[in-house]
């Protein structure tokens, strides 16, 4: 496996492994979904120039992507002082090998290294506690909607300072999803 940043070339496939990654078969209870809300959300993001370019990375597995992580702008108190991470997805043949971890693990680094203060993402409680995220109201950033504190996490890195406080709010891109 190798971790790259994403290449205008890899566009494609990126949105490959998010349509796949994020596919869901009908069930009884629900119908069929495909991923397209978060390929779509890529695409958008980078569309609008909201993607961070150093911190958007793709693992190729065997010559080939086989996951990426998506990182944006964000704002606190609408100033761009933030990262948002996500979408991370990878192809479903090669999941639970370790290389959302390692997207994950990479990115946080690329994201120290650009000296940002911290990343945000909604995601799964039991997931990204081991990354160091834990709840980002434990920090005084809330969230732009009432998602619960164990949902809404952050990851505190090296450039963080005391002061950073208020409304979080993610890229535009997202803001389009509940249109």
Sequence with gaps: MLIRRELPSDADAIRAVHLAAFAKPATDD??????????????????????????????????????????????????????????????PEVQRVGIGSALVHATLGAADALGEPAVVLLGHPTYYPRFGFGPAVDHGITPPQDW???????????????????PFRYAPAFERLDD
Excluded: K, M, N
């Design 30 to 91: 629900a119908p069929a979904r495909e991923g397209t809300l978060e390929a779509d959300l890529v695409d958008d993001l980078r569309a609008d120039g909201d993607l961070v370019g150093e911190c958007c990375l793709v693992a190729e597995v065997d010559g080939a992507v086989a996951g990426h992580v998506a990182i944006s702008r964000a704002f606190v108190a609408d100033q761009p002082v933030l990262v948002a991470l996500g979408p991370l997805g990878v192809l």
């Design 148 to 166: 619960g504190p164990q949902y809404f996490l952050l990851r505190r890195l090296h450039a963080w300072g005391d002061g950073l406080s208020g």
